[in-house]
């Protein structure tokens, strides 16, 4: 019992450092509740299950309480109120800044002279630079020349919208390179990946994330029938595929991890029935950084007929260079039988402008189901690959200039940096109330605290 409670302490400790440094306006409220939610049910899991011994029992037991914490009125009350507090704490924060906001366009345009009160505002903001790990990717003495670049990039392709793809052509080759370079990555060129790995970009994590949802979901409809579909995450995988889920319809499934904090390969196996469409596995996870088992979950995936997305948001742009400079990376790519979908996002560790991300598949035959025709609009026929219709052309030629400025030095460069800070940060374990939360693959470090935290 008492490694589990860790976890889920540890867990805590972890997203209540995030949510302090993004406080101040970066990150949604959800990074707000989930610390407090989790709080409420651990210390009182924790009591409650101090007894149990038995790990099968002590999973079950745990899911029935989960459910039943909610019953109970009592509980379900004071969630709320905690929540409450919150959103009334964020509403009365932004209420006070909103008295000297603008809410009328002004009269008189002030023309080119506003620039300067923009660059008021900016220097205003806390100073992010190389200090926000986990918001902007991108620090380092070699930062200020590499947001330039992208700034300049971006301005130069301001005004494209790749929707007309016939009109802004150089996008469009700029947006089939960061694919294909991105797909090479990840192993297209390898035989193990049938070659025929296919993407898009996307707006950011979660849009690769719903889009790879809402495909296999309706490869699964048309492959095997299935219209009350279901999904098996871990606990430790993102909360787009909640999102996803709600989004879409979809029924889902988590699954606590093992001991090593990665998916348990077993729960999961257990969860999957005739409605299932798709597992997910992470390289790594956001919570603790650490790599599920992808090799038995494509396994498992391919002898069931089911999809299988592996979340390369955060490891992408890292994992590749990681293992060609040595580090014993267990398998993540395509070249893991079994994999349908990838999603990675180029504006973390790609150290590209924020808003690009690339999802990817195994084939054509899925990928199609990601595109959308509506042929009943007096418009005419429009048929859109992903969920925006016009796009930033800016953002896709800043995503190509980072990765085609970087190069493949470039980034093994940044990796190896980053992995030794990482290494760095890891010896924190020897302040004696602190742990590392299992063992960290990459570039994430999550710490627990021996301690109950008050
Ligand atoms: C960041 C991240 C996401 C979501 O990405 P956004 O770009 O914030 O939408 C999903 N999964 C993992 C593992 C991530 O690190
Ligand atoms: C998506 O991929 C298709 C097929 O390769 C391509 O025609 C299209 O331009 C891409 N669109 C976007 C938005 O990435």
Redesign the pocket.
């Known amino acids: 019992m008492e490694d589990y409670f860790s976890s889920f302490n540890s867990f805590l400790a972890r997203f209540r450092v995030s949510a302090n440094l993004f406080l101040s306006q970066f990150e949604p409220l959800a990074l707000l509740l989930a610390p407090l939610l989790t709080l409420v049910i651990a210390g009182a899991l924790h009591s409650l299950l101090s007894v149990v011994h038995d790990k099968g029992l002590k999973a079950t037991l745990i899911g029935l309480f989960m459910t039943s914490v909610k019953l109970i009125p009592g509980i379900k009350s004071y969630i709320d109120a905690e929540k409450q507090k919150v959103v009334d704490k964020l509403q009365s924060g932004s209420k006070s800044k909103r008295e000297d906001w603008r809410a009328e366009l002004p009269t008189t345009g002030f023309g080119a002279g506003i620039l300067e009160e923009m660059k008021d505002a900016k220097n205003k903001d806390v100073d992010w630079q190389g200090k926000c790990s986990g918001t902007v990717y991108i620090g380092g003495s070699e930062s200020e020349g590499h947001f330039s670049l992208i700034n300049e990039a971006c301005s130069m392709f301001a005004h494209t919208n790749p929707l007309h793809l016939h009109v802004f052509q150089s996008v469009g080759r700029f947006e089939a390179e960061v694919v294909a370079m991105t797909a090479d990555l990840l192993g297209s060129k390898d035989k193990a990946s049938g070659g025929q790995i296919c993407g898009n970009m996307t707006s950011?994590?979660?849009?690769s994330?719903l889009l790879a949802v809402k495909t296999s979901r309706d490869y699964m409809k048309m492959k095997k029938g299935i219209t009350k579909p279901e999904m098996i995450i871990a606990e430790s995988a993102?909360s787009?595929y909640g999102k996803a889920a709600q989004y879409f319809n979809i029924k889902l499934r988590r699954v606590p991890v093992n001991k090593e904090f990665k998916a348990d390969v077993k729960a999961i196996r257990q969860h999957i029935n005739r409605n299932t469409i798709m597992i997910v596995g992470?390289a790594?996870?956001?919570p603790h950084g650490i790599i599920d088992p992808i090799e038995e979950l494509g396994k498992l995936a391919d002898s069931y007929g089911i999809c299988f997305h592996v979340?390369l948001?955060?490891g992408g742009f890292v994992l590749p260079f990681a293992r060609k400079l040595g580090y014993p990376i267990p398998p993540f790519d395509f070249t893991v039988k079994g994999v349908t979908s990838v999603?990675t996002?180029v504006?973390?560790y790609g150290l590209a402008p924020k808003g690009t991300?690339i999802v990817l598949y195994r084939n054509h035959e899925i990928r199609k189901h990601q595109f959308v025709a509506v042929t009943e609009w007096s418009g005419g026929l429009y048929v859109s690959p992903t969920m925006a219709g016009s796009r930033p052309g800016a953002l896709i030629a800043g995503a190509w200039a980072a990765m085609m400025s970087l190069g493949q030095q470039g980034y093994l460069e940044n990796t190896r940096k980053i992995m030794e800070a990482s290494k760095m940060i890891e010896k924190g374990k020897e302040i004696s109330e602190l742990f590392i939360i299992g063992k960290p693959d990459m570039t994430v470090v999550a710490f627990g605290s021996s301690r109950h935290l008050k």
Request: glycine share 16%.
């Open positions: 950011g994590g979660t849009e994330i993102h787009a992470s790594p996870g956001f979340d948001c955060l999603s996002d504006h973390k991300s």
